[in-house]
């Protein structure tokens, strides 16, 4: 059970093969529109990810509401959208965002950090880059690093001018 994985190329192929009278350009420009709109996270109108291959044909729909049958068994599915399949719930992952609009940090897995959770030392009220929004970055990761020991310790410090 589960979805047969093929290359848009080769399902192309098998797919002109089984229908001589499809265009192919038509066929392409159609699953290609159709893996974007699954690749954006759009689903089927029953929630469920939509079907790439039976949604280029008969518009955005997952295999169950266009097929009426409960799982896959031996259809294809385009690739790219079987390997998406299954990820992480709940917290914002770092590939989710384009690069240009990542603004928070992110621990080691990937996923965000609310810097609002982050706890200020008192020693950063004093320091000349509090009020930076340019080392805030670097401060916040400097904090976290440090959000379990006792004391804080910071090689960034500058004290601010009296
Ligand atoms: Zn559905």
């Not at 797919?15 to 038509?26: I, M, S, V």
């Not at 420009?29 to 029953?46: E, F, P, Q, V």
């Not at 729909?61 to 990820?87: H, K, M, Q, V, W």
């Amino acid at each position: 059970m589960g979805f047969i994985p093929i290359t848009i190329n080769s399902y192309i192929k098998k797919h002109l093969k089984n229908n001589p009278g499809e265009n192919e350009k038509d066929l392409r420009k159609r699953l290609n529109s159709a893996l974007a709109d699954y690749k954006k996270g759009i689903k089927c109108s029953c929630g469920n990810d939509i079907w790439v291959i039976g949604s280029a044909s008969v518009g955005n729909s997952c295999f169950t509401c266009i097929t009426g049958e409960s799982y896959p068994i031996d259809d294809y599915e385009i690739e790219s959208a079987i390997n998406n399949r299954g990820n992480t719930k709940g917290r914002r992952h770092i590939d989710e965002n384009p690069p240009s609009k990542i603004a928070g940090f992110f621990d080691d897995d990937g996923y965000e950090i609310n810097s609002d959770l982050i706890k200020k030392p008192s020693l950063c009220i004093t320091c000349i880059n509090n009020d930076n929004p340019n080392e805030e970055i670097f401060c916040n990761m400097t904090r976290y690093d440090q959000k379990d020991d006792k004391e804080f310790k910071c090689f960034a410090y500058k004290a601010r001018n009296p």
